[in-house]
């Protein structure tokens, strides 16, 4: 569908609440001015490759905690390869990470339980993000908090959970998390990811600071969309893209439903979602591929801005 039918198809549609019966997108871009790029693909056609503000589809966005998803897609790409299982656990699989005066459970918190931010432990994201990254030890710092509920129990949205994923998949790989995120994802996607933060010692972040254009991020999109596969080559395999879409917790804060490393909406997105409103989406059943940058440096709470964002998705995007 050329982009002037596909704009003819969303005015036809129920605008969003207080937006002009114009371009939606460029009407949404005037009503939140945090809005920077948005790119919607379906099947192999490009509908919209749009930018409102900032570096533009080609320069480096910070995903910022759609880099938890990235970490997601590193432990399936580690569980075709054999070299994990989703059952292992912390004791198993990296014993070293784990603190000698941590709480007992922590050795028996599995890759499952990290990727799905079940871990049980006090929380190292709102209020507690900033006394975390100024540790010395982040992996230990998140690892030596108290537990708060039994691992694989409720959803406690902690980028701590990720990091020390991401931290047990390098020792368990013996490659970086850059490494892997470079071979495994990046170039069979034909993308470039950037090195981005580390940690003190040495681990890069797995769930924030992550760096990837517009355009890589759709690619992202499409292979989820597609099973794993882009470009006729199976990047992850197809059984763990459904495995980590299953729905297995709920974030208390959105309401989405979230699975190993994705939201799930009601209406049949997966997404990856970052601070500020960055999104990685795909919607299987309408073939569609969608990839949004806003300002990393703004909130985008699921009351506000994000939630706008969702209804851009599940509006003019989802009825073409």
């Not at 589809?57 to 399936?76: E, F, P, W, Y």
């Not at 100024?134 to 990720?162: C, H, I, K």
Request: include cysteine; glycine fraction near 12%; charge should be neutral.
């Amino acid at each position: 569908m050329k982009r002037r039918a596909f704009l003819a198809s969303a005015l036809a549609l129920p605008a969003l609440p207080g937006l002009a019966q114009t371009d939606p997108f460029a009407a949404f871009a005037e009503r939140y001015d945090q809005f920077r790029s948005i790119m919607v693909q379906r099947g192999d056609d490009s509908l919209v490759a749009e930018t409102f503000s900032g570096p533009g589809l080609d320069a480096i966005a910070n995903i910022k905690s759609c880099s938890k998803s990235l970490v997601a897609l590193l432990l399936g790409c580690a569980i075709d390869r054999g070299e994990v299982a989703l059952e292992d656990t912390l004791a198993e699989v990296a014993p070293g990470l784990v603190p000698a005066d941590a709480a007992p459970e922590v050795a028996e918190i599995s890759l499952g339980d990290l990727a799905s931010l079940r871990a049980g432990l006090e929380r190292t994201s709102g209020p507690n993000y900033g006394s975390w990254v100024a540790s010395s030890n982040w992996v230990r710092d998140a690892l030596s908090r108290p537990m708060v509920a039994e691992p694989g129990g409720p959803m406690l949205y902690s980028t701590g959970s990720t990091h020390v994923l991401g931290a047990a998949l390098a020792e368990a790989t013996g490659q970086s998390l850059l490494a892997q995120a470079r071979t495994r994802i990046g170039k069979p996607l034909g993308i470039d990811v950037p090195a981005w933060t580390r940690d003190p010692q040495g681990y890069y972040m797995g769930g924030n600071q992550m760096g990837l254009t517009p355009r890589g991020m759709l690619r992202v999109a499409v292979m989820m969309r597609d099973g794993g596969r882009f470009a006729g080559q199976q990047v992850v395999s197809k059984d763990w893209v459904t495995r980590s879409t299953q729905p297995l917790t709920r974030s208390p804060y959105s309401g989405l439903s979230y699975g190993y490393g994705w939201f799930l909406s009601a209406s049949g997105w997966v997404l990856a979602r970052g601070y500020g409103g960055q999104i990685i989406a795909s919607h299987a059943e309408r073939d569609l591929a969608v990839a949004i940058t806003s300002d990393p440096n703004r909130p985008a709470r699921s009351g506000g801005y994000f939630g706008a964002l969702m209804s851009l998705l599940d509006g003019p995007i989802l009825r073409i």
